[in-house]
């Protein structure tokens, strides 16, 4: 069990789980020899939510103390996880699959059917997350204000969190290893490939343990903010995953997914380049996604585009 006054770097040089834990409370390497408390002081982060996390994940008692968890603190490791699987660790890996076929003679439909069915688990991975951010998180801080939202069952999303919509994203993962390792012959040579196979390991079991955390930990918090007292009872309309967008933004976004310019992005919807500048930022900035590749996923989650199409 690692406590405050335990070097971060002794903890992030013995233990490459907590890499992962480290960098999605945004905390920079360069940590010298400060203490875990010093440095969490250092960049804002709640100093026992990071112990409890950490300690969770690396305890063998898979134990979490509730009490010492600020929750807002847990929600933004908790977007900054999502923002990292859906903007850098998903692209990046579809990336290096391709890269690493194209050294295959093998049959493109392989190929092909390889990609789609990444793209599906891509597609449920982040229909899971975008509910999260849009509904289950703003709820969390609806709760911290005194107030009820209507219209957000935790329970029922609790309860079906890893029993059907993890089951579906562990199924989809498993298409896309089976195939690479039954249907795809590659050279020897092809070192790029296992890498990329070896990754796909990687990230279903890093996704299983992000999952676990917020059944261990952020769901049994959620029950404990809704047994205290409230201010009032709000009714929100229940959105869907595009619902933040306008119209516009979502023609613009199709755009951006083609992979057009601005230029022809205005020409194709009579706009002025500087409008379509405009519409960029603030699909980043509503969808808190910055890349193309993290936008091109959101927009096959939420039907925006046809993967058949692109």
Known sequence: MYSADDKMAA????????????????????????????VCGEHQVDVNTFLTIVNYRLSAERTADLSLVEPQCLIRYLRNAHDYFLSFLLPRLRQKIIEAMNYSDSDPKITVLIIQSFDRYCEQIAAHMTHEDEQIFPYVEALLRGERNQGVDVTAFARQHHSEDDQNAAQKLSEVKSLIIKYYPSPEENNLLYSALYDLFVTERDFATHCDVEDAILFPLIRQLEKKPVKHVTKLPVHTPTDVLSNREKEVLVGVVKGLQNKEIADELFLSVHTVITHRKNISRKLGIHSPSGLTVYAIANHLVDINHL
Request: proline share 7%; glycine share 10%; no cysteine.
């Open 11 to 38: 903890l992030m040089a013995s233990e490459p789980q907590a890499l992962q834990i480290i960098a999605r409370f945004n905390i920079p390497l360069g940590v010298g020899g400060k203490t875990i408390a010093e």
